[in-house]
């Protein structure tokens, strides 16, 4: 089995969701309201809630089975050990429960019972958790011998060897056997070591054999000349010579919490997004400050959009950190994503104080002004970020596209339209810049000749682009070429179905060519799909007297004059 593959295997066996079950009476209305919670993921009312029923119910085993996973699932794994172990008393080895207290035992570093209890524990398919865990096991009872004889027996299996070695190497490097370690970490063919955190540790090691060219070279391989604060401080400190402490693993308690971290890494966007946090929250008990695993069960919890949980997440990395930035970042945008606008953008103004020299602050700030639609001050946060590139790369073409979008939006087409060119300049034929570029162009009804061939080279680039098309099908709409526009709208249509300016589109082209049955149908189904109030009023306008009327009242070209262009 592939690592992948177990991984996943292992996810779609780590939970065990609320389901109905007998009950007695008085537990209803507590376990309705924990089900309730359990499927918005809301792990701290279903904690709440299954807390009261088991009141009622205490050794029902479904509700300690789900309270294992909502108190997990909330980060309170400390409450959830005892309930795991109660959970084994009554004889039930589910795998997120035995999962959970051997976690415990880990957090209690009591490792001798976990000798014998890790080789027939049930914590998922395969033997690779176990046999990760049992290596540390070892480690933690004092024998570095039997912890990699433990990491050197997955080498049997195809596909978990990788992980064997990582953590071996990482024991190594634990054990100050720094050139034992980087014989292993050089192994390209293993991904774990391309990671992140899997590089770090590697720079870690190279740096503590004097290899600072290498560590540098290193960084330079895996992260080029981002300005990340935790790299910037790497580079500082290997520029100055200075051997990095081995921090990535001290002890074998976090040995253990690395291994539930790989597997979250692995598991992110892979599997449910629940089963990935209960292995990055078990990571975070494991080690409190695994910065890595906190800033992951940050993101899963937006995903999950329980942002109250994500914000006190990031809140946990404090401001020394390297990690800071990204932490405070994620909690701007956990903010916003939770309707808490006003005290995003303020946090994303600190930050642009806090850190002027980063571009992804000034970045930042430009994309929350620009989804409040206050465009001027979105350009002026661009324009502050393009004053720190320098020399503009290809990789650049987006922050230009952004800030001619925000002109674009503020009325400023004469600022809008260089950029969008530069944009291209630097990433020719990007069909997104072809599109806004052709489309605003159209819209002003200004060099027609270049605008449709511009958005018909961003057609064939992508093909079932909804917008994209609508685009091209607007661009034939607005000169005269109704008949053509037709098919193309009505692909759009079809590619966005519920998208009130695409159907309200739909509605115009019809009614330009004699079907005004079916544009009337389709500018009511255009309401029904939540339009902005802009919008909605023009449509209702043209619902009460038709196309025609309108444009005549908006003082644009009437649909024969259009037609008597083309």
């Known amino acids: ?44 009312e279903a904690s709440h809630w299954l807390g009261l029923a088991l009141e009622q119910d205490p050794a029902n085993v479904m509700l300690l089975e789900s309270l294992v996973v909502a108190l997990t699932g909330e980060g309170d794994v400390a409450r959830a050990v005892p309930v795991a172990e109660r959970l084994e ?80 190497a990482l024991a190594l490097a634990m054990a100050g056997d720094f050139e034992g370690a980087e014989a292993l970490m050089a192994d390209e063919k293993n991904a774990l070591f391309s990671t992140r955190r899997g590089t770090f ?14 560590a540098k070279t290193l960084l330079a391989a895996g992260f080029g000349d981002r300005t990340d604060p935790e790299i910037t401080a790497l580079r500082a400190r290997l520029d100055k010579g200075e051997a990095l402490p081995f921090d990535t693993v001290r002890t074998a308690q976090d040995g253990a919490a690395e291994v539930f971290h790989i597997l979250a890494g692995l598991m992110q966007g892979e599997a449910p997004d629940a089963q990935t946090l209960i292995q990055s929250r078990l990571s975070e008990y494991l080690r409190p400050d695994h910065i890595d695993a906190i800033l992951l069960s940050a993101s899963v919890l937006e995903s999950l959009e329980r942002y109250e949980l994500a914000v006190e997440a990031y809140d946990r990395i404090p401001a020394g950190s390297p990690s800071y930035l990204a932490a405070q970042t994620g909690r701007v945008n956990a903010l916003y994503r939770s309707d808490r606008r006003a005290e995003a953008v303020a946090g994303m103004t600190d930050l642009v104080k806090a850190y002027p020299k980063y571009l992804s602050v ?27 590139l320098g020399r503009p ?43 806004y570029l052709g489309y605003s162009l159209l819209d002003r009804n200004m060099k027609i000749g270049e605008a449709i061939p511009m958005i018909e080279e961003a057609v064939r680039k992508r093909p079932r682009d909804g917008y994209i098309i609508d685009s091209l099908a607007w661009g034939l709409f607005l000169t005269g070429r109704y008949a053509e ?27 330009a060519v004699g079907r005004q049955s079916e544009a009337r149908f389709q500018w009511r189904r255009a309401l029904s799909f939540e339009p902005t109030e802009k919008d909605a009023t023009r449509i209702r ?5 038709g196309l025609d009327k309108v ?4 003082k644009r070209p009437s649909l024969e004059a259009r037609r008597a262009k083309e």
Do not use: C
């Open 362 to 388: 000034h970045v930042g700030l430009g994309d929350l002004l620009r989804r409040e639609e206050r465009y001027g001050e979105a350009a002026a946060a661009y324009s502050r970020a393009i004053e720190l």
């Open 393 to 435: 790369e290809q990789a650049h073409w987006a922050l230009y596209y952004s800030r001619g979008i925000a002109w674009e939006q503020a009325k400023e087409f004469g600022k809008a339209e260089p950029d969008l060119r530069k944009a291209l300049e630097l990433n020719p034929g990007q069909p997104e810049v072809l599109n």
């Open 551 to 554: 444009l005549e009242e908006e």
């Open 201 to 214: 540790a590697r720079v870690e090691v190279l740096s503590q054999l004097d290899r600072f060219d290498e």
């Open 485 to 511: 526009s037709v098919q193309h709208m009505e692909k759009a249509s079809l590619l966005m179905p519920v998208d009130p300016v695409v159907t309200d589109h739909l509605g115009d082209v019809y009614w």
């Open 89 to 168: 008393a009554l004889g039930q080895t589910a795998p997120i429960t035995a999962t959970v207290r051997i976690a415990g035992r880990f957090a209690d570093q009591d490792y001798a019972p976990l000798l014998t209890e890790l080789p027939v524990a049930q914590i998922g398919p395969g033997n690779l958790v176990n046999q990760l865990l049992l290596g540390w096991a070892h480690i933690g009872a004092g024998s570095m011998s039997d912890g990699i004889a433990a990491f050197d027996g997955l080498n049997k299996t195809a596909g978990m060897e990788l992980f064997g070695l990582y953590h071996k």
């Open 541 to 545: 306008r043209k619902l009460e007297a």
């Open 1 to 44: 089995m592939s690592p992948l593959r177990f991984v996943l295997a292992l996810a779609g066996a780590s939970l065990l969701p609320l389901t109905a079950l007998p009950l007695k009476a008085e537990v209803a209305g507590p376990y309705l309201a924990a089900r309730s919670a359990d499927i918005a993921s809301d792990f701290r």
